[in-house]
T-cell receptor
């Protein structure tokens, strides 16, 4: 079946630190992959996406590369800010059906000044 | 531009009471619509999706139901709430030709 596994949180870093949040997936075919971010008390916002192998999604200094060989889509940022504190969700779009998203369990990130 | 609204933003209901959460989308036509639930400290679970008026698919058996009376309106309901229905409910929409879902602000439901 289709599934997404994220590194367990919570993750706490200091401002300007390097961030990596691991995400691996299991799927049939070649799903599209997404990172969503949820700020406190809010809904989810699309952060970035990649639709095929070796694609790199990027936004707001965050990057993730679609790695088919390792079935991974790790999220990275070179220098985090306090405003990046949020919960991050990795997701894949199922090929079959009405394009339903399968989410990882989320990783809570806290950045200290 | 497209916008998605959910209301109410927060809701506290007693066990056994009915529920109605509403989601509306503006600025687009014939979207696919989705209801998700996020239980405390957990990920998102897809509850229902709809590809058109009156067309509802359920992902998991549960105490909830969904309806789509109009093209851009999606309603989540229950006749009798359970404690386990507490959570953060998110509505999302997607254009059929796109693979990206856009989420509403959510409704936080507490069942006491």
């Amino acid at each position: 079946g289709n599934s997404v596994t994220q590194m367990e949180g919570p993750v706490t870093l200091s401002e300007e630190a390097f961030l990596t949040i691991n995400c691996t997936y299991t799927a049939t075919g070649y799903p599209s992959l997404f990172w969503y971010v949820q700020y406190p008390g809010e809904g989810l916002q699309l952060l970035l996406k990649a639709t095929k192998a070796d694609d790199k999604g990027s936004n707001k200094g965050f990057e993730a590369t679609y790695r088919k060989e390792t079935t991974s889509f790790h999220l990275e940022k070179g220098s985090v800010q306090v405003s990046d504190s949020a919960v991050y969700f990795c997701a894949l779009r199922r090929i079959q059906g009405a394009q339903k998203l399968v989410f990882g369990q989320g990783t809570r990130l806290t950045i200290n000044p | 531009s497209q916008t998605i609204h959910q209301w109410p933003a927060t809701l506290v209901q007693p066990v056994g009471s009915p529920l109605s959460l509403e989601c509306t989308v503006e600025g687009t036509s014939n979207p696919n619509l989705y209801w998700y639930r996020q239980a405390a400290g957990r990920g998102l679970q897809l509850l229902f999706y709809s590809v058109g008026i009156g067309q509802i698919s359920s992902e998991v058996p549960q105490n909830l139901s969904a309806s789509r009376p109009q093209d851009r309106q999606f309603i989540l309901s229950s006749k009798k709430l359970l404690l386990s229905d507490s959570g953060f409910y998110l509505c999302a929409w997607r254009l059929p030709a796109s693979d990206t879902q856009y989420f509403g602000p959510g409704t936080r439901l507490t069942v006491l």
